[in-house]
């Protein structure tokens, strides 16, 4: 009879083994649906409940943030935790045998491994064919920045930065989550994470709306985050790349991506960050990763190239089958040990 640990690792690799071989399900991605009903939910308490708090607003002393922060958490809660209790308890009611299976397939759904690999590569493939235009539109589908007029260092740059940053948000922190909690756990992080790319903009429509799917995304991003930074150091430079984590990681926007990628660029011997388009404002970014490293020991003061960003995806696999062989390894001392 396997224990939890047994279900969990097999769980785990054939959920990988699904998604490498299968990639993400183009027509039917049950995210797609979840963003429909995001909408939807959100519509409601805009026309709902949010008319209701303003009637209120001069008794209760409601400012119009607040009530947004209102709505914002009660469109949140209803749009998460309905889907929540019936896919676990679902799941619960189920045969042993069907359970896992189905536990298979929602991690399957909720990892997005191959999907990353094939937007990298939906970059690199024209860039290494001089196709610049055709670049800046397959990397302006991961970003958020405005991407039309990018030159081939500044593709190359948000394009690392997406694979490393999402390499966190879209394998690791799924994982971890799932590990933790199992189904509940990576459901959760992914719906929250879902919600957060949806309404986690800091703009005059999303600003205190989206205030608890950012906050949410933040904490449960947490500590899978710093994994992360681990698990790049361990693939690539280890010492730049916990010293870019620890001294230019937390100068970002994001308390967890900014360590990430700063791990990641230290373990590439590159520098990310800096000026970007966003919504045609300039933004000056922190800087991440340490500008003499790069000089002395790989001459990444040369512009970014295409090279690197095959390197970033190249880290990211050997990050996930890093967590693969501790996986199988602890299954194994748990069996034999």
Same mark, same amino acid.
């Given at each position: ?5 047994h279900v969990t690792?097999i ?5 990988l ?5 299968i ?18 939910c959100?519509?409601?308490?805009l026309?709902?409940l949010?008319?209701q708090l303003?009637?209120?607003q001069t008794t ?8 947004d ?13 309905p ?6 308890g ?9 359970g896992?299976?189905v536990?298979v397939?929602v991690l399957?759904?909720?990892?997005g491994?191959?999907?990353l690999?094939e937007h ?8 290494r064919?001089?196709d610049l235009?055709?670049a800046r ?7 958020s920045?405005d991407?039309?007029?990018?030159s081939?260092?500044e $593709? *190359?740059k /948000? ?8 390499g966190s948000? %879209? ?5 971890? &989550?799932?590990?933790i909690l199992g189904v509940?756990?990576v ?5 929250a994470n879902?919600l957060?790319a949806?309404?986690g903009?800091?703009?005059?429509t ?7 799917a950012?906050?949410v995304?933040?904490?449960l991003?947490?500590v ?5 930074? $681990? *698990?790049? /150091? ?6 730049h790349a916990?010293k870019? %984590?620890?001294e230019?990681?937390?100068? &970002?926007?994001?308390p967890?991506?900014?360590?990430v990628?700063?791990a990641?660029?230290g373990a590439?011997m590159?520098q ?5 388009t ?6 000056e970014?922190p800087i991440?990763g340490k ?11 040369a512009?970014?190239t295409?090279t690197?960003l095959q390197r970033a995806?190249t ?6 089958w ?10 194994v001392?748990s069996?034999?040990g």
């Open positions: 009879m396997f224990d939890p640990l690792v769980t785990l690799v054939l959920a083994v699904l998604d490498r071989c990639g993400e399900p183009a027509s039917w991605h049950p995210l797609i649906l979840f963003g429909r009903w995001a909408d939807f959100r519509h409601l308490m026309t709902s949010t008319p303003i009637k209120h209760a002393k409601m400012s119009n943030s607040k009530i922060r209102i709505t914002g958490l009660v469109a949140w809660s209803i749009t998460v935790l889907i929540l209790i019936l896919v676990s679902f799941i619960l009611l189920l045969s042993n045998i069907i896992h299976i536990s397939i399957y759904v909720c990892i491994w191959q999907s690999r990298a590569f939906a970059v690199l493939t024209p860039l064919q001089g235009p055709q539109q397959a990397v302006g589908y991961i970003v920045r991407t039309d007029s990018l081939e260092e $593709v *190359t /948000a394009g690392i930065e997406s694979v490393l940053e999402n948000d %879209a394998i690791f922190a799924p994982i971890f &989550w799932f590990f509940p756990g459901l959760l992080y992914r719906l879902t957060d949806m309404w903009y800091k703009n005059a999303f600003l205190y709306f989206g205030w608890w950012a906050r995304d933040d904490v991003n947490f899978p985050a710093r994994f992360v930074v $681990v *698990t790049y /150091a361990i693939g690539g430079n280890f010492t916990i870019a %984590a620890k230019t990681g937390f100068n &970002w926007k994001s967890n991506a900014g360590p990628m700063a990641g660029a590439l590159i990310l960050g800096g000026k970007a966003y919504f045609g404002k300039i933004e970014r991440l500008k003499e490293q790069a000089i002395n020991e790989n001459n990444s003061n512009p970014l295409v690197d995806i880290l990211v696999d050997r990050g996930v890093l967590w693969i062989a501790v996986s199988v390894a602890a299954l001392v069996l034999f």
